[in-house]
């Protein structure tokens, strides 16, 4: 069973910044995925930055340009750099990972951006 433990949320400032940070348990292949989901109140979690492999990474078009996503293999590591942060960016962000066919899930951290 991975587990994901997510760090890095909190308030912050329009056009501010922050960075998530997750870390996994066990290790997750380079060749399947991890990266963000957020949630806002009232509506469906939906992806903000997912790495899979040596592909590009995907990204929703509401944060292209503004979040870069990395990971860090040797360290079962995977990161989301914000900038420019906007009030409709505040949700509570997700890390995910899927290993062995089995999707895991952090316990979600905030991220209230004020206006």
């Known amino acids: 069973q991975v587990q994901l433990v997510e760090s890095g949320g909190g308030l912050v400032q329009a056009g501010g910044s922050l960075t998530l940070s997750c870390v996994a348990s066990?290790?997750?292949?380079?060749?399947?995925?991890m990266g963000w989901y957020r949630q806002a109140p009232g509506k469906q979690r939906e992806l903000v930055a997912r790495r899979r492999g040596g592909r590009d990474p995907d990204y929703a078009d509401s944060v292209r340009g503004r979040f870069t996503i990395s990971r860090d293999n040797a360290k079962n590591a995977v990161y989301l750099q914000m900038n420019r942060l906007k009030p409709e960016d505040t949700a509570v962000y997700y890390c995910?990972?899927?290993?062995?066919?089995?999707?895991?899930w952090g316990q979600g951290t905030q991220v209230t951006v004020s206006s």
């Open positions: 066990e290790t997750i292949f380079a060749s399947n995925p």
């Open positions: 995910y990972a899927r290993d062995s066919g089995n999707d895991y």
